[in-house]
């Protein structure tokens, strides 16, 4: 069972760690963020899609030279 002092240390320790991992934003930096971050997921988007596109174009055209000789 703890004491009330070392409760009160580590409430203590949390909440200073707490403070100091917060990140302030405003409301043009918050836009600005989510501008980047929507973005980057427009290009991880394109580029999946890229590379099953270009697996199923190859079997598309391995298909059309076995019909076509």
């Known amino acids: 069972?703890?004491?009330?002092?070392?409760?009160?240390?580590v409430s203590l320790f949390f909440s200073r760690y707490s403070d100091s991992m917060q990140i302030n934003l405003d409301k043009k930096?918050?836009?600005l963020l989510g501008i980047?971050?929507?973005?980057l997921v427009?290009?991880?988007?394109l580029l999946?899609?890229?590379?099953?596109?270009?697996?199923?174009?190859?079997?598309?055209?391995?298909?059309?030279v076995q019909i076509s000789s």
């Open 1 to 9: 069972m703890r004491s009330g002092r070392s409760d009160a240390a």
């Open 42 to 45: 427009i290009i991880i988007v």
């Open 48 to 64: 999946v899609d890229k590379v099953e596109d270009d697996g199923n174009m190859v079997e598309t055209n391995i298909g059309q």
């Open 36 to 39: 980047i971050v929507g973005l």
């Open 29 to 31: 930096s918050g836009l």
